[in-house]
């Protein structure tokens, strides 16, 4: 069975760092590509960092491109969103997903909280 | 990166019909058969629906359809039941390795 468990969300004050986790089991973590989504309180799903299955490529949307980095542990299967610069609008609930042949994100995490406030 | 756009809500009673658009681009949806759908109950993890415009995973009932014309996406649910009662998302790749959201529709059960 394929499960992706988040941590490492919490409160943060602006301008502050986090790093989020993502424990990947049921699968072999290097065949494939995987992505973070977030989704902030009353507001709709969010697209936020992808790494391709071989890892030579990430993506970041404009929003947190420069502040974010998405990187991989193979021989852990941890996927992992080490977050600088945090603002207020980075408050969400951010979701590990897993991302099939075509694009689609076939798996999801159940998501880990953060908030950023003062 | 402009979220795709979709209705903010949607109802239908037991038994009916309903359909949800998602409209965007020609960068996106219109560049790219390349539209997902995700059911999501608050609280829990999304759930792919229908994936490639209107292909569904296995386990996916088949009361959930997809469908494109141009770039505009429709998500159709038959045989309403009260289990549906969510939020709905649409998603298209937008090239460059990049993916854009729809705003998210909620739909009642009446």
């Known amino acids: 069975e394929v499960q992706l468990v988040e941590s490492g969300g919490g409160l943060v004050q602006p301008g502050g760092s986090l790093r989020l986790s993502c424990a990947a089991s049921?699968?072999?973590?290097?065949?494939?590509?995987m992505s973070w989504v977030r989704q902030a309180p009353g507001k709709g799903l969010e697209w936020v960092s992808a790494?391709?299955?071989?890892?030579?490529?990430?993506s970041y949307a404009d929003s947190v491109r420069g502040r974010f980095t998405i990187s991989r542990d193979k021989s852990k299967n941890m996927l992992y969103l080490h977050m600088n610069s945090l603002r207020a609008d980075d408050t969400a609930v951010y979701y590990c997903?897993?991302?099939?042949?075509?694009?689609?994100?076939?798996?999801w995490g159940q998501g880990t909280l953060v908030t950023v406030s003062s | 990166q402009s979220a795709l756009t979709q209705p903010a809500s949607v109802s239908g009673s037991p038994g009916q019909s309903i359909t949800i658009s998602c409209t965007g681009t020609?960068?996106?949806?219109?560049?790219?058969?390349?539209v997902s759908w995700y059911q999501h109950h608050p609280g829990k993890a999304p759930k792919l629906l229908i994936y490639?415009?209107?292909r569904r995973p296995s386990g996916v009932s088949n009361r959930f359809s997809g469908s494109q014309s141009g770039s505009t996406a429709s998500l159709t649910i038959s045989g309403l039941k009260a289990e549906d009662e969510a939020d709905y998302y649409c998603?298209?790749?937008?090239?460059?390795?990049?993916?854009?959201f729809g705003g998210g529709t909620k739909l009642t059960v009446l």
């Open positions: 997903a897993r991302r099939g042949d075509t694009s689609q994100f076939d798996y």
């Open positions: 049921g699968f072999t973590f290097s065949s494939f590509a």
């Open positions: 790494f391709t299955f071989s890892g030579d490529t990430t």
């Open positions: 020609s960068s996106d949806i219109g560049g790219y058969n390349l």
């Open positions: 490639e415009v209107n």
């Open positions: 998603c298209s790749y937008a090239g460059s390795l990049t993916w854009l």
